[in-house]
């Protein structure tokens, strides 16, 4: 299938057609964007359409060639992924890709390299990649997926061609969650809305009890529950959380590997920024939470809540908290961003939010 798979990244789709219409290709092209949402997808599309027989716009999805790069085996096409042990790309699979690339096409008209999660590199894949992207072979076409593109060194992205990726809407993310998942379609608006655009949240969710945990301790605040035993109850979510991605990491190295230090590193980052992500999902939904008792009481609408199966509880909230105090708890849960970001304890962080969150869990007086 061609360009016409990629969902809600119309700009990016007309930037490279245009490319393809006027045979004007760049060497290196850096894909980067929100996590989820069709970057690999239209990098393998652009692979296809590059050596698509018909030569195009778009790929015809009937010649020989596009049908062996739909099945990942034309020979002038790689995608290389960071390998399970330490999720990093080796200088040494970067060095085979650069010997792939350099030779003559096989059969189609160029060498199509795709590399996902390019931030993983290593220091030395990094630089063995930039030499060859400084003297780039004439036909050769280097494609990078990224989500964390500030992650790639300078010199790299300087020389890379960058195609914006944006995040899917909430009536494609519905589709593809009743499409992959079987939900009611109530709990797949309400999981489209919270994923803000990207499949793996949404998938994560639907997955998942972690929303259900967290609508969990918001109710307990509510109802009066002691901030210290929430944070407590959250913490210790956290570290299991922490101990189940560690494991998932390292889980597929064997005791007899033997790593650099750098690829040990790179391992603990690797799991450090999981984990990070884990807890930014935590307080994504503590934000969208006290967005949606914002937005009811500005608007007195429901139709507007992202979590509209729990409508009348928002409302409820809306009775015990007025809105200058929800938006000091929304101040709240983006202020224990930027602490976990400079590295503040996350028990002192955590503790401080659920104290936040607690207070004046009255009914204000111009509400009752």
């Not at 063995?128 to 990224?146: A, C, D, M, R």
């Not at 799991?271 to 994504?284: G, T």
């Not at 937005?295 to 809105?323: I, M, P, Y």
Request: charged share 30%; proline share 4%; with cysteine.
């Amino acid at each position: 299938m061609g360009f016409e798979v990629v969902k809600d990244q119309d700009v990016a789709i007309t930037m490279l057609k245009m490319a393809l219409r006027k045979d004007r290709l760049a060497h290196a092209y850096l894909f980067e964007g929100p996590d989820s949402v069709g970057k690999k997808l239209t990098a393998l599309a652009f692979a296809k359409a590059v050596n698509c027989e018909e030569a195009g716009d778009d790929s015809c999805d009937a010649c020989w060639s596009c049908l062996r790069t739909e099945e990942l085996k034309h020979p002038d096409v790689a995608v290389i992924e960071p390998l399970k042990s330490g999720r990093t790309i080796h200088a040494n699979t970067m060095a085979e890709l650069v010997a792939r690339a350099c030779l003559k096409p096989y059969q189609g008209r160029y060498r199509v390299a795709i590399i996902v999660d390019a931030e993983r590199m290593t220091a030395a894949a990094a630089n063995k990649f930039l030499k060859t992207l400084e003297e780039p072979p004439g036909n050769s076409l280097f494609i990078l997926v990224s989500h964390s593109p500030g992650q790639l060194p300078a010199t790299i992205t300087s020389r890379c061609q960058r195609v914006m990726f944006h995040p899917l809407t909430v009536h494609t993310v519905e589709a593809l969650l009743a499409r992959e998942r079987t939900l009611s379609p109530e709990r797949a608006h309400v999981i489209a809305a919270l994923a803000q655009g990207q499949m793996n949240t949404a998938f994560e969710f639907a997955d998942s009890e972690k929303r259900e945990f967290v609508t969990k301790l918001i109710t307990d605040l509510t109802e009066g529950g002691e901030p210290l035993l929430v944070a407590h109850a959250f913490l210790g979510r956290l570290k299991a959380d922490r101990d189940r991605l560690k494991e998932s990491v390292t889980g597929d190295v064997s005791p007899l590997e033997t790593d650099s230090e750098e690829v040990v590193e790179r391992r603990e980052a690797y799991c450090a920024s999981l984990f990070r992500k884990e807890v930014l999902s935590y307080l994504n939904l503590l934000r969208a939470w006290y967005r949606d008792v914002l937005v009811f009481a500005e608007t007195g609408s429901k139709d507007r809540v992202w979590n509209a199966d729990l409508a009348e509880a928002v409302a409820h909230q809306l009775q015990r908290c007025d809105r200058p105090e929800i938006e000091r708890k929304l101040e709240a849960v983006t202020r224990a961003e930027t602490l976990l970001e400079h590295n503040v304890a996350e028990d002192r962080v955590f503790r401080g939010l659920f104290f936040t969150l607690a207070e004046l869990q009255t009914c204000s007086p111009h509400l009752c």
